[in-house]
């Protein structure tokens, strides 16, 4: 992983690991949460290169009913996104999948197979806030039997998964499930909770990709905090974290 040189307080010398890959984040204007529009969407990618950024796989949410994004629209706003950054002379490799809302349509486009993947074979899913899908077990080994490796959207946000021991998260791990941590959860910009276990599945070496999930200017924000953070550093030390192996 590359090394960052920088001077702390004291002027002395330090080194901190450099993350050249998001893949996690909402910049395509006006489909979803995110930016809404292209001149937010360049204000934000511009944060992220500052940031250390070389490349960016945004993934607009799909969300029947609320977010009904097809390939066609996210290709669509990629494109302008591509032609708005050339324009602005903006030095950044800019790539689209989607986050998937664990539900029926996400159920049947896996059986169609017309998932939006990054590098072309992770599934960026999530899952309902106050439940647990009964059938999520069979959808991971739905995935998996397919060569697509499911990857689960900020796992610590779940708090039903907070069990002693952490118990649901191994058992997702043992079915090939990896877990990607939102930048912001170990600063505790979520809740108190997420922050607490965002910080053991960090000392577990469980977590396999870091996202900004990016919606704003605040998250982009309190991402220049959370680059400091002792978890966030200690996590871009381990060895399991796949960010610039997507580079």
């Not at 992220?48 to 029947?64: A, E, N």
């Not at 998996?144 to 002693?164: C, D, F, G, Q, S």
């Not at 996202?211 to 959370?226: T, V």
Request: net charge neutral; charged share 25%; hydrophobic share 40%.
């Amino acid at each position: 992983m590359k090394i960052l040189s920088w001077f702390n307080r004291n002027n002395s010398v330090s080194t901190k690991p450099l993350l050249n890959v998001d893949i996690h984040s909402h910049l395509i204007p006006g489909i979803d949460d995110g930016a809404q529009s292209i001149d937010e969407s360049l204000r934000l990618i511009r944060g992220l290169c500052d940031l250390g950024y070389k490349k960016i796989i945004t993934t607009p949410h799909v969300m029947l009913g609320t977010y009904n994004n097809t390939p066609e629209i996210i290709y669509n706003g990629l494109q302008k996104i591509r032609e708005a950054i050339k324009s602005s002379g903006i030095q950044v490799e800019v790539e689209a999948a989607a986050e998937y809302y664990f539900d029926d349509h996400f159920i049947k486009q896996i059986s169609d197979q017309k998932l939006l993947l990054f590098s072309d074979k992770y599934v960026l899913f999530e899952l309902p806030v106050m439940f647990k899908p009964p059938q999520l077990e069979d959808v991971i080994f739905e995935i998996t039997t397919r060569n697509l490796i499911p990857v689960l959207a900020h796992p610590e946000r779940y708090l039903y998964m907070h069990t002693k021991g952490l118990d649901a998260y191994e058992k997702l791990k043992n079915r090939g499930v990896l877990l990607q941590l939102n930048l912001l959860s170990p600063i505790g910009y979520y809740s108190k909770p997420i922050q607490n276990v965002s910080k053991q599945l960090i000392k577990y070496g469980w977590i396999d990709l870091l996202g900004s999930d990016m919606h704003n200017e605040k998250h982009l924000h309190f991402s220049k905090r959370a680059l400091e953070d002792k978890h966030i550093i200690e996590l871009l030390n381990q060895p399991q974290l796949l960010n610039n192996k997507l580079i």
